[in-house]
């Protein structure tokens, strides 16, 4: 058990719609990322936040936005949903003042858009 | 060109084989190296991280990285049924920023 949980674990949304995905953040872990997997594809990196702002960006576009929250949770965004938005959504902590930490991940959130 | 290439295989091995896996990469900046183990349906669980080159060693686990020549494996001995899952190699700038993936290799270890 890493302690990143998420929430959902799994949804079903239409295209069009929006979804917020949830994570709540391993104890001590200031950072929290996102990523994207696509079926038989590595997790593709969404952008990451430190301290309730967004520190890095991937190649994904501006209908998916995220928050960070004082207790260092986190909020995942996707408005006006696409087919191609089926993926395992994964939320993953890590603690920017450590010494060469490297990151954990939760189980994920299923989504399918329909 | 892909900036994390992986063999995605399957690969599929007799219960006691070693097993290598591999990855190769084009980002000299890269300087943290990890590999993640993930079961169907399930998020990726880290099993070994590595800072530049060398080896490093827990348990039936191997890590290796051959900076020079833009190279990481996993050696696993003495394969268990336990082990067959999807290995992800991957690498980061800096140990708590961007990560990047290969695409994973699909390991059956037959018993």
């Known amino acids: 058990e890493t302690g990143v949980t998420q929430s959902p674990t799994h949804l079903i949304k239409t295209r069009g719609q929006q979804v917020t995905l949830r994570c709540s953040s391993q104890?001590?872990?200031?950072?929290v990322s996102w990523y994207q997997q696509a079926l038989g594809q590595g997790p593709q990196f969404i952008f990451q936040?430190?301290?309730?702002?967004?520190?890095g960006r991937g190649n994904f576009p501006p209908r998916f936005s995220g928050l960070q929250f004082p207790n260092y949770s986190s909020e995942l965004n996707v408005n006006a949903l696409e087919l191609d938005d089926s993926a395992l959504y994964l939320c993953?902590?890590?603690?920017?003042?450590?010494?060469?930490?490297?990151?954990?991940f939760g189980e994920g959130s299923w989504l399918t858009v329909v | 060109q892909k900036e994390v290439e992986q063999d995605p295989g399957p690969l599929s091995v007799p219960e006691g084989a070693i097993v290598s896996l591999n990855c190769t990469y084009s980002?000299?900046?890269?300087?943290?190296f990890m590999w993640y183990r993930q079961y169907s349906r399930k998020g990726p669980e880290l099993l070994m991280y590595?800072?530049?080159?060398g080896n490093k060693e827990d348990g039936r686990f191997t890590a290796q990285v051959d900076k020079s020549s833009k190279y990481i494996s996993l050696f696993i001995r003495d394969s268990q049924p336990s082990d067959s899952a999807t290995y992800l190699c991957?690498?980061?700038?800096?140990?708590?920023?961007?990560?990047?993936f290969g695409t994973g290799t699909k390991l059956q270890v037959i018993p």
């Open positions: 993953a902590s890590s603690d920017w003042t450590g010494d060469g930490n490297t990151i954990y």
């Open positions: 104890s001590g872990h200031n950072t």
């Open positions: 936040y430190y301290r309730e702002e967004e520190n």
């Open positions: 980002n000299s900046a890269f300087q943290y």
């Open positions: 590595t800072y530049s080159s």
């Open positions: 991957a690498m980061s700038e800096r140990g708590y920023q961007k990560v990047t």
